[in-house]
Every structure is written in structure tokens, then in C-alpha cells.
């Protein structure tokens, strides 16, 4: 009879491609995880685990199995999920949210959430959209906030706010007043680095067509992991860029930068809130997302 420990430390295997790893991340013995797989093997009568010198990898059927693991594993979370929190945000809570949010949000919204539910033990995980969503599915996060719409299956999502983009300049550019999307060169455009969300909207405002497309070594070079080096970019006089305006007042505190808005209707993103459908917490999530609905209008 296969047990949740042997799916747990196949999909922890799935994850890591390296017993070593896997072993750690399920804090046992890399004998101990093994012994398990190949336990699991033998039930299920097929090979899961193709194993190579310092190398494995999962076969077909491994990796189907691993996949449906991690469902039944965040199944049975859900179940330890409904029967231990009977109150209003009380309990264990993994919250993912996305980096180009989570400094901006998180100041203003924790302490409000600890002032109103002090029951609640939140646990909080800042990564990019992909990661999150694997996650979320996979049982390791209870809810997400994001920007919607969200490119996956298996998921319930609700709205949030909507966050409007700004464009940052130096000082000494030439744009005045309120500008429409078409004014932005977009060959002076800097973008986050691949895998933020941020990056592919603000390529899809700005609609960056293929004579602009074809400088993509350049926009790489260019690239950054955070809001805060594109913004000193900005302010040397490198390029322009998107800012939300969520992150504004803590991001452009810099003379050397000019925000400008956009002309209507203006561009921005939809942030909202993530969770599986057959999680019992629902409401939590709800009310979460109305403690941080209230710490942006708060803050606006």
C-alpha cells in the first residue's frame, strides 16, 4: 500500500533531481528517501526513478505519478487545513506574493493583519509568478497575491486592486505632462529581468514591435533583478521605465527621476489573490484580501 510519505519524497525527487537535495529538503537520510522510492516502485510494479552515475531522471510514468503526488499531497493538506482552522485567519498560513509587490504592500498590510488576527501564524514566500503557482499547486503555499490573469490550470482567483504604471524619466528628459504609451522609446526602455511578470506587461503595453524586438541582446544587458537598480539606472540617464505605482513612493525618491503619467485609459496590472478550489480556507483568503485592499487605499 503506497503511503504520502513515499508520494511526498517522490515529488520532493520530482522537484530537486538529486536524492541528496530531496533528502534535505524532507529532512531525512538519503538512504532513508531511497529506500522509500524504491519501496514505491516495487508497489506500484513499474520504474519511476531512471538512476545514472551522479545524475537521475524520472521516467515517463515517474513523472506522471510525481504530478499526481503532489495533488493528493496538497489534498491531504487541505484536509489538516479544514480541520484545524475553525476561526477567521487563525493557525499556519504560507502566503506567496510576487517581488515587484511585496516591499511595497507588505509594510502597510502586516501590521494590520497582526493587529486584527493575532491567532494567525503567517509564513511568507517572495518569488516569481511561475514558482508560486507551482507551489500553490503543489501544497506548499496556502494563497498567492499576484497580478492577474493567471496562466494556469487548477487555480480560483479573486481581485484585488488595480495598480496603475507610471513611467520613470530623468530629470532632464524631454516628456512633459501626461504622455500616451506610443511616446515611450522603446529602445531606451528597461526592463526586470526574464521571469518577471513586470517585464512581460510592460512589453505588452508597449507593444514593442519587431524592428524593437530584434535589440533583445541589448534589453538583456540591460536587464535587472529588482525595481531598485532599474531605478538607478534610470536616474543616470540609461533609459525610462514602467514603475507601478504602488512601488513609486519607495522606488523614486531620487531628484535625478521624474514620474509621468499616462494619458487615459492608462495601463496598469490587476493584483489579486490565488488559492487551489479545494482548499477549505476560502474565506481566509477573502479576508486577507480585504486587509490588503484596505493598506493600499490607506497608503494612496
Not at 491531504?76 to 493557525?91: M, N, P, T
Not at 488595480?162 to 500616451?180: E, N, S
Request: aromatic share 4%; proline share 5%.
Amino acid at each position: 500500500m503506497i503511503t504520502l510519505r513515499q508520494l511526498r519524497y517522490l515529488a520532493a525527487l520530482a522537484r530537486t533531481r538529486h536524492f541528496g537535495r530531496a533528502a534535505e529538503d524532507c529532512a531525512v537520510t538519503q538512504p532513508a528517501l531511497s529506500m522509500q522510492v524504491r519501496e514505491l516502485e516495487r508497489d506500484l510494479g513499474v520504474e519511476l526513478v531512471e538512476r545514472r552515475p551522479g545524475d537521475i531522471a524520472l521516467t515517463d510514468i515517474g513523472l506522471e505519478v510525481a504530478q499526481r503526488a503532489e495533488r493528493i499531497l496538497a489534498a491531504a493538506r487541505d484536509i489538516v487545513d479544514f480541520a484545524r482552522h475553525r476561526e477567521l485567519l487563525s493557525g499556519h498560513l504560507r502566503l506567496g506574493i510576487i517581488p515587484t509587490l511585496a516591499p511595497y504592500l507588505l509594510p502597510s498590510m502586516l501590521p494590520r493583519l497582526q493587529k486584527q488576527h493575532p491567532q494567525l501564524q503567517l509564513e511568507v514566500r517572495e518569488t516569481q509568478t511561475n514558482t508560486l503557482l507551482n507551489e500553490l499547486s503543489g501544497g506548499e503555499l496556502d494563497c498567492v497575491i499576484l497580478a492577474l490573469p493567471v496562466d494556469a490550470s487548477g487555480v480560483e482567483t479573486a481581485a484585488l486592486f488595480t495598480d496603475p504604471f507610471l513611467l520613470a524619466v530623468p530629470a532632464t528628459d524631454k516628456l512633459r505632462g501626461r504622455v500616451d504609451v506610443a511616446d515611450v522609446d522603446q529602445r531606451r526602455l528597461i526592463l526586470l529581468e526574464e521571469g518577471h511578470c513586470l517585464r512581460d506587461q510592460a512589453l505588452a503595453f508597449c507593444a514593442a514591435p519587431k524592428s524593437v524586438a530584434s535589440n533583445r541582446e541589448q534589453r538583456a544587458s540591460l536587464g535587472a533583478t529588482s525595481l531598485a537598480t532599474v531605478m538607478q539606472m534610470v536616474a543616470s540617464g540609461y533609459g525610462v521605465t514602467l514603475v507601478p505605482q504602488v512601488a513609486a513612493e519607495t522606488e523614486v525618491r531620487d531628484d535625478r527621476v521624474r514620474l509621468l503619467r499616462f494619458t487615459e485609459p492608462q495601463p496598469g496590472r490587476s493584483i489579486g489573490l490565488a488559492w487551489r478550489p479545494t482548499s477549505p480556507r476560502k474565506k481566509d483568503f477573502i479576508a486577507l484580501g480585504k486587509i490588503a485592499v484596505a493598506a493600499i487605499k490607506a497608503d494612496r
